[in-house]
């Protein structure tokens, strides 16, 4: 692509954003993402778009042409495709996460897991992120665990080179290892090792996902939201195969929906091989981790 079509002067840009403000402004998309994006992919900073001093800089550089930011911006609008696979990253944790619509938008909750890992005892050893995504959760735990290696798997390969690429940029390639396969599958060669396990499985009822968000039903990956039945196959699945793969000791960590809590708790306290099974919520009150201990 040649440069100058990703050159642009303050002036147009401004005009754009006002346009997009306006557009926004008619619709239920929060105005505020406009800004979101500019801050992504014309390298603006919070300070020249409050004072929109950057109306007046000759050019502005972005990372793709205006033209194809508008035609994003109005499918953001009309086919309500998420603004973080337009950008192509989002925040989570201190981390700047490349995206697509390959892999699941990281949510602010599901950093709790990490703050939950990193209490657990077991802080070094081999650890599972499986069911890895964007790599957010290996990234996080690759970061709070220092003296753990981190084992990263996923069934899609198109995540997985998601993965890599947010492992390079931010300086973890060495500290985690990614496999193509289902769940503990291609990690056999460890089994009975691994010191904790930590995932955020699809968790969704299938009859529950045509009513999400156009967002979310649309644009994300189903392979990643659909659960099964009553959105609990994957978990079933992970309380059940676990136990041959983690040491005694070993941590037990996934997310669930809410309304899930008492079930899973049920189900690690009925597979035999748990304790100490706790439940813990998120910043919103809402039980959605569920921590336990291979006994």
Same mark, same amino acid.
């Given at each position: 692509?040649?440069?100058?079509?990703?050159?642009?002067?303050?002036? *147009?840009?401004? *005009?754009?954003?006002?346009?997009?403000?306006?557009?926004?402004?008619?619709?239920?998309?929060?105005?505020?993402?406009?800004?979101?994006?500019?801050?992504?992919?014309?390298?603006?900073?919070?300070?020249?778009?409050?004072?929109?001093?950057?109306?007046?800089?000759?050019?502005i550089q972005l990372q793709l042409p205006l033209e194809e930011l508008d035609q994003l911006?109005?499918?953001?609008?009309?086919?309500?495709?998420?603004?973080?696979?337009?950008?192509?990253?989002?925040?989570?944790?201190?981390?700047?996460?490349?995206?697509? $619509?390959?892999?699941?938008?990281?949510?602010?909750?599901?950093?709790?897991?990490?703050?939950?890992a990193a209490d657990a005892s077991n802080t070094s050893g081999h650890w599972a992120d499986?069911?890895?995504? $964007?790599?957010?959760?290996?990234?996080?735990?690759?970061?709070?665990?220092?003296?753990?290696?981190?084992?990263?798997?996923?069934?899609?390969?198109?995540?997985l080179a998601i993965a890599q690429t947010n492992a390079d940029n931010l300086g973890f390639?060495?500290?985690?290892?990614?496999? *193509?396969?289902?769940?503990?599958?291609?990690?056999?060669?460890?089994?009975?090792?691994?010191?904790?396990?930590?995932?955020?499985?699809?968790?969704?009822?299938?009859?529950?996902?045509?009513?999400?968000?156009?967002?979310?039903?649309?644009?994300?990956?189903?392979?990643?939201?659909?659960?099964?039945?009553?959105?609990?196959?994957?978990?079933?699945?992970?309380?059940?195969?676990?136990?041959?793969?983690?040491?005694?000791?070993?941590?037990?960590?996934?997310?669930?929906?809410?309304?899930?809590?008492?079930?899973?708790?049920?189900?690690? *306290?009925?597979?035999?091989?748990?304790?100490?099974?706790?439940?813990?919520?998120?910043?919103?009150?809402?039980?959605?981790?569920?921590?336990?201990?291979? $006994?």
């Open positions: 692509m040649e440069e100058k079509h990703l050159i642009v002067s303050g002036l *147009q840009l401004w *005009q754009w954003r006002n346009a997009a403000i306006k557009a926004a402004g008619a619709t239920d998309v929060p105005p505020t993402e406009v800004d979101w994006l500019l801050l992504e992919v014309a390298g603006l900073d919070r300070l020249a778009l409050r004072l929109e001093s950057f109306k007046n800089w000759p050019q911006w109005q499918r953001r609008l009309n086919d309500r495709l998420p603004v973080q696979y337009i950008a192509g990253a989002t925040p989570w944790r201190q981390f700047q996460i490349a995206v697509s $619509s390959a892999v699941l938008i990281p949510r602010p909750e599901t950093e709790s897991l990490i703050d939950l499986l069911g890895t995504g $964007s790599g957010a959760i290996a990234l996080g735990l690759a970061d709070v665990l220092p003296k753990a290696t981190i084992h990263a798997v996923d069934y899609s390969l198109e995540a390639a060495d500290r985690i290892k990614f496999y *193509q396969g289902s769940w503990w599958e291609p990690l056999a060669f460890l089994k009975g090792q691994f010191s904790g396990m930590v995932s955020n499985p699809p968790y969704i009822p299938t009859s529950t996902l045509p009513t999400l968000q156009p967002e979310v039903v649309n644009h994300e990956p189903h392979l990643a939201l659909d659960g099964g039945a009553d959105g609990l196959d994957c978990i079933r699945h992970l309380i059940e195969i676990s136990p041959s793969y983690l040491q005694p000791g070993g941590v037990w960590l996934i997310e669930m929906m809410a309304g899930q809590a008492d079930a899973v708790r049920e189900l690690l *306290q009925n597979q035999g091989s748990y304790c100490k099974i706790q439940i813990h919520a998120d910043l919103a009150g809402i039980e959605r981790f569920a921590l336990a201990y291979r $006994s």
